[in-house]
Structure formats: structure tokens, C-alpha cells
């Protein structure tokens, strides 16, 4: 099921609402990037850390990988908007 709608989106949320075509685009890329094996065992091991954590399922703050290896609670605009080439 897909997340409920945001009442005040941010800006590539209005975007892409607007934006249907681009919508698709996104969305086809999404799928490609999302299987590859190595996004793969990132999301496997931030899936295991939120269980072990107990908060699976419950949506909040997202589980980010540090430059050292360990796994922190992060705002996750923030850790969306990370390392994506800015305009």
C-alpha cells in the first residue's frame, strides 16, 4: 500500500505530482537502481537494523549509513536529499 498523500509536499513532491511523464521516467529508473545486488544488501541491512531496533513498520526517521560504518536515526529528508548532485 502506498504511503498517504503529504498535505504540504516538498519541492520534487509537487514536482512530480505535476509532472506525469516525469513521474514515469523516475519511476522506471527507481526500478532499475532498486535491483541492483549491491542497493540490494544496503536495504537488507538497514530492513534487519530497524527489526532489531524494534521499529520496522512504524515509519519516522530513517536508518543512515555513517562514514564509518555504523547506522544512526536521521531526519529522512535529509538523508534522501544526500549525495544527488544538486542544481
Do not use: C, F, W
Amino acid at each position: 500500500m502506498a504511503p498517504p498523500r503529504v498535505s504540504n509536499p516538498k519541492r520534487s513532491a509537487k514536482y512530480y505530482r505535476s509532472n506525469p511523464e516525469a513521474r514515469r521516467k523516475k519511476a522506471a529508473t527507481d526500478k532499475k537502481v532498486n535491483a541492483r545486488p549491491e542497493q540490494r544488501e544496503k536495504r537488507s541491512e538497514l530492513t534487519t537494523e530497524r527489526r532489531r531496533r524494534g521499529i520496522a513498520g512504524k515509519g519516522g526517521k530513517d536508518l543512515s549509513h555513517t562514514k564509518d560504518g555504523k547506522m544512526v536515526l536521521e531526519n529522512p529528508s535529509k538523508n534522501r536529499a544526500r549525495n544527488r548532485g544538486k542544481k
